[in-house]
């Protein structure tokens, strides 16, 4: 996969939101972890991502699960959205549940026991995966890279 600088802040972006948000709900699907990632990046409000989601049983992770390309199911729709913009399923479901073992090990050891349904843990989580992704997206600029781009910025 490649980082991209949007993915990023668009997980930057729902962090601040859950964060400043009075409404957080784990078990509405347009309030909880994916459903504020999702109206990040879609711009559906939380309505419609839950509206959607009711037209089949599940929550995100079952819903991921049964995701199929070729439905026309609009959850589907959305969740195609989400994938074409940079993530994985397996992320997303991660995300769900604060429990992508990549994200967590950037976490200090003595507060790694993130819960899926709360407000701080997946904040903190969301932010934590930024920063995993941005350090990633560092390591892998070359200096010949930035160079190059400099030289077609300024010529």
């Not at 049983?57 to 995701?67: I, P």
């Not at 995300?95 to 904040?123: C, G, H, Q, Y």
Request: hydrophobic share 35%; net charge negative.
């Amino acid at each position: 996969m490649s980082i991209q600088p949007e993915l990023i802040q668009s997980l930057r972006n729902a962090a601040k939101k859950v964060d400043q948000s009075c409404n957080y709900q784990w078990g509405h699907m347009g309030l909880c972890n994916c459903g504020f990632l999702a109206q990040e990046i879609t711009k559906l409000t939380k309505e419609e991502i839950h509206r959607r989601a009711m037209m089949r049983h599940g929550d995100w992770t079952e819903q991921l699960n049964d995701y199929c390309t070729t439905s026309n199911l609009p959850m589907d729709d959305l969740i195609t959205e989400l994938l074409n913009f940079g993530f994985t399923r397996e992320q997303l479901q991660h995300l769900e549940n604060v429990s992508d073992p990549e994200v967590i090990k950037w976490i200090p050891l003595a507060e790694r026991n993130l819960k899926r349904n709360v407000k701080a843990d997946v904040v903190r989580y969301l932010n934590t995966w930024a920063q995993a992704l941005e350090n990633q997206l560092l390591v892998s600029i070359k200096l010949d890279d930035l160079n190059r781009i400099q030289q077609e910025v300024f010529s």
